[in-house]
C-alpha cells in the first residue's frame, strides 16, 4: 500500500485537551511527525477537545477522581471523536489512560520516556523530608497521598486537583505546603524549576507509565498506524508492556493506589510495583527479573501474586 500523507487541504487532525501541557505534548507529536515524514507544520491540525475532567468547577472544589468516575474522565469524550472520524489520532499521557481501550482503539505508540520522578514543589521547603509535622501536603493523586501517609504519617494530605499552573497557583493561596507534579510534565513546559527537587524512585515509586505520552489512534485506519509506527520507541513499549499488564492484573480503575516501574537493566527487565490502602495503613511490595520479550507475562504474574498475598481482607475499603 502506497502511504497517503496528509497535506494542508487534507491535515491529519490530532486530538488533544487543552491544558499546556496536553497541547505541549500534542506539539511534540506534531513535530516528530513534521521531522519523520517532511512535511510542513499546515499538514497538521490540532483539535482541542473539552473532557469531563478538565471542568474548571469540579477542579475548584477538589473534587476527587474517584468520586467524578476515574482515568476515563479525562479521555471519554476525545476518543468519541475519534470513533466519530472528527480526529485521527489523540495524544494522551499514557498514565491517564485506562488499561482497556475502547472497542475500535488501538493505543500502540509511544514516544521516548522522560523522566519518570515526582517533582516536590514548594514555595517554603527544599524536600519532603524537610517537611515538619503537621505540614500540609495537596495532592488528587490515590498513590501519591497513600505513599504520604504510609512513609510520611506526620503529614497531613489534602485533595489538590488541576493542572501544572492551576497548583502553583493553590500555593501560592496557601492552600497546601506542598504539592507533587510529574517531572516530566515540567520538563516538557519547560517549567523544571518550579521542582525543588526530585522524589527518588526508592522513596516514591512512580504512577505506571508516568513520564510517558501515549499516541492513540482507530484500529483500522492504516495509515495513521503506519506514520505512528515511524514515531514508536520500542524500549519504551517494553516497559509500558510490563508496568500495563501489572496494572491491568491489579486493578485497571482509578480507584486503587498503585504504583510500578519498569526499567532495562544489563539486557534484562526489572519490574518493582506496589499497591497500597488508601490510608496508606499497608503496603505490598515486590520486585523481579525476566527477559525483556517477557515483561507483560512478568507483570501478571506479579500481580497475580501480590493479589494472593494481600487477601480480600486488603480491600475492603472498596465496600
Known amino acids: 500500500m502506497t502511504l497517503t500523507l496528509p497535506t494542508p487541504a487534507s491535515p491529519l487532525k490530532i486530538g488533544t485537551r487543552g491544558s499546556p501541557l496536553a497541547l505541549a505534548q500534542a506539539y511534540e507529536t506534531r513535530t516528530r511527525l513534521m521531522a519523520a515524514f ?14 469531563t475532567g478538565d471542568d474548571m468547577a469540579l477542579i475548584k472544589t477538589d473534587t476527587p477522581l474517584k468520586t467524578l468516575g476515574g482515568k476515563g474522565l479525562f479521555t471519554k469524550e476525545i476518543e468519541q471523536s475519534m470513533l466519530e472520524g472528527g480526529i485521527d ?18 493505543l500502540d505508540t509511544f514516544l521516548p520516556r522522560e523522566d519518570v520522578r515526582d517533582a516536590f514543589v514548594s514555595l517554603k521547603y527544599q524536600s519532603l523530608q524537610d517537611l515538619p509535622e503537621g505540614a500540609v501536603v495537596g495532592s488528587s493523586s490515590l498513590r501519591r497521598r497513600a505513599q504520604l501517609l504510609n512513609r ?18 493553590k500555593l501560592e493561596d496557601g492552600v497546601a505546603d506542598a504539592t507533587f507534579l510529574a517531572a516530566a510534565g515540567l520538563n ?25 505520552i501515549g499516541i492513540e489512534r ?8 503506519e506514520m505512528l509506527a515511524v514515531l514508536h520507541h520500542a524500549e519504551t513499549g517494553q516497559r509500558l508492556a510490563a508496568e500495563r499488564a501489572f496494572l491491568a492484573a491489579l486493578d485497571g480503575s482509578c480507584e486503587t493506589p498503585i504504583a510500578g516501574l519498569a526499567t532495562l537493566e544489563d539486557g534484562q527487565l526489572r519490574l518493582r510495583g506496589e499497591v497500597l490502602r488508601p490510608d496508606g495503613s499497608e503496603v505490598i511490595r515486590d520486585e523481579r527479573f525476566c527477559a525483556i520479550s517477557d515483561g ?12 494472593a498475598q494481600a487477601g480480600p481482607d486488603f480491600f475492603s475499603w472498596r465496600g
Open 188 to 212: 516538557r513546559l519547560g517549567m523544571a524549576d518550579a521542582a525543588r527537587s526530585q522524589v527518588a524512585p526508592e522513596d516514591m515509586l512512580p504512577a505506571i507509565a508516568q513520564g510517558t
Open 89 to 106: 489520532i489523540a495524544v494522551h499521557s499514557t498514565k491517564d489512560m485506562p488499561v482497556a481501550q475502547p472497542e475500535g482503539l488501538v
Open 152 to 169: 510520611f504519617p506526620h503529614l497531613k494530605v489534602v485533595e489538590f486537583r488541576g493542572n501544572v499552573q492551576t497548583r502553583l497557583k
Open 38 to 51: 517532511d512535511l510542513p507544520e499546515a499538514a497538521f491540525e490540532v483539535v482541542v477537545i473539552k473532557t
Open 218 to 225: 482507530r484500529e483500522n485506519d492504516d495509515r495513521a498506524g
Open 296 to 307: 507483560a507475562a512478568l507483570g501478571k504474574a506479579m500481580a497475580k501474586d501480590m493479589l
